[in-house]
């Protein structure tokens, strides 16, 4: 039995939370003697408590919310370094770290899979100061995912991010970076760079299908400057999920990586959907750093 903590973010997903809460607190009750429930109001409330639960010695703290209440929960955890499963309802609009674990993406069943559901490793990523769970993303994809409207989100889902990210990526600014992978350092030029911890990013699940989420590993995959014409070959070799194949692409996997920025101009980054840290970046993998309620393996 145990005790455990209970994060709800009342904002996410369109405000759906509220509604599955008694569903998930009974869920709970089965495994846990103590259920403690706490309503997020602002930004930094997740990993607060997130943060005092692993501090007041509780066995495992659960949330519901979106990708950004869950990378705030991981960031509270990790930064206690005790030792915490973890849990999660999906209420997001992209949902990536659900959708690599296999938790269902419909919230009663997400709820219900907690029934039978066994802990399973989980390799969690570092970037400066802050952990991820899903990505990191320098470029034009970030700048224009800033610009994404509650209101596109509404309307289009996680289409809404594809919509901005084509758009910028058609604009074709160039940066200069200076990277070092595991040892190996180079000079490159490029309009985005992705690094995944897993399969899914921006929803888009086949993107990186070797990326496994307790593999001890990272994939970076740097875009060339590239002209219609490749992008016409890129968007197959995407889909079938062989863009390490691309030639309009740098694909690297690796444990550690430092990213700077060599032509002056400062550029935003994404981490997990939300706004990251400024470069130059540091980047490692803390392989299964966390243990997290998925499916039961069959
Ligand atoms: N009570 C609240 N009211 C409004 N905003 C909140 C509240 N509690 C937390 N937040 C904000 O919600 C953000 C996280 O939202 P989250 O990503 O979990 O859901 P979402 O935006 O619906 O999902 P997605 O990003 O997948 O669309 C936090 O960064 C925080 O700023």
């Given amino acids: 039995m145990g005790i455990c903590t209970l994060i709800v973010n009342p ?8 509604g599955y809460l008694d569903l998930m607190r009974t869920q709970l009750s089965e495994r846990f003697e103590e259920v403690a429930v706490k309503d997020t109001e602002k930004q930094g409330d997740a990993e607060l408590f997130a943060h005092e639960a692993a501090n007041h010695g509780h066995d495992a703290v659960f949330c519901m919310g979106g990708d950004g209440t869950v990378n705030e929960t991981i960031n509270g955890l990790a930064a206690a370094g005790k030792t915490v499963s973890f849990g999660f309802v999906p209420l997001g609009t992209v949902n990536d770290l659900a959708r690599a674990i296999g938790i269902p ?68 600014t160039m940066h200069r970076f200076r990277i070092t992978v595991d040892g190996e350092t180079f000079t490159q030029e490029s309009p985005l760079i992705l690094i995944a911890l897993t399969n899914s990013i921006a929803s888009f699940e086949s993107f990186m299908p070797e990326a496994k989420v307790d593999d001890g590993k990272m994939r970076m995959v740097i875009f060339k400057e590239f002209n219609l014409l490749d992008s016409l070959k890129l968007l197959p070799q995407l889909i079938r999920g062989e863009i ?30 939300d706004e990251g840290p400024a470069f130059p970046l540091e980047i490692e993998v803390l392989a299964s750093f966390i243990k997290v309620y998925g499916p039961a393996q069959t």
């Fill in 244 to 273: 390490k194949h691309s030639d309009t692409v740098i694909y690297k996997s690796f444990k550690r990586a430092t990213i700077a920025l060599e032509d002056g101009d400062s550029l935003l980054t994404n981490v997990d959907g």
């Fill in 11 to 18: 904002s996410s997903g369109g405000e759906k939370a509220t």
């Fill in 105 to 172: 993406l419909e919230p009663e069943q997400a709820i219900a899979m907690l029934d039978k559901a066994t802990l399973v490793d989980l390799d969690i990523g570092k970037v400066n100061d802050r952990y991820f769970v899903s990505n990191v993303a320098a470029g034009a994809i970030p700048e224009a995912v800033e610009e994404v409207s509650v209101e596109q989100k509404t309307k289009y889902g996680p289409l809404a991010y594809f919509i901005e990210g084509g758009k910028a990526l058609a604009k074709q």
